[in-house]
């Protein structure tokens, strides 16, 4: 099992940053992608940022050149960089981790931290 507890979210004013941090503990060495998905109220749960372990990325078209994400392998830790926020953006932020036997879907989930972004 893999547990993973996110940090970071908060209220910003609308072209302000955030930086979200998700810490995994457990059988890290299982774990292959890391990365963010979100949901704002009445909409189904999307994709905001994967990262591999070897640090190959993938981004929702929503966020791209706005958010970063990185990873330390040594802290078990990801990141997500955002910048210049939307009210758009506002959300509940998931990290989420999938192991080396999967190719799809992801396996462990945070429990979330809410990004409010006012206009």
């Known amino acids: 099992q893999v547990q993973l507890v996110e940090s970071g979210g908060g209220l910003v004013q609308a072209g302000g940053s955030l930086r979200l941090s998700c810490a995994a503990s457990?059988?890290?060495?299982?774990?292959?992608?890391m990365g963010w998905y979100r949901q704002a109220p009445g909409k189904q749960r999307e994709l905001v940022a994967t990262?591999?372990?070897?640090?190959?990325?993938n981004y929702g078209d929503s966020v791209k050149d706005r958010f970063t994400i990185s990873r330390d392998n040594a802290k078990n830790t990801v990141f997500l960089q955002m910048n210049n926020l939307k009210p758009e953006d506002t959300a509940v932020y998931y990290c989420?981790?999938?192991?080396?036997?999967?190719?799809?879907?992801?396996?462990?989930w945070g429990k979330g931290t809410l990004v409010t972004v006012s206009s």
């Open positions: 457990g059988e890290i060495f299982s774990i292959n992608r």
């Open positions: 990262i591999t372990a070897g640090g190959n990325t």
């Open positions: 989420a981790a999938r192991s080396f036997m999967r190719t799809d879907g992801m396996d462990y």
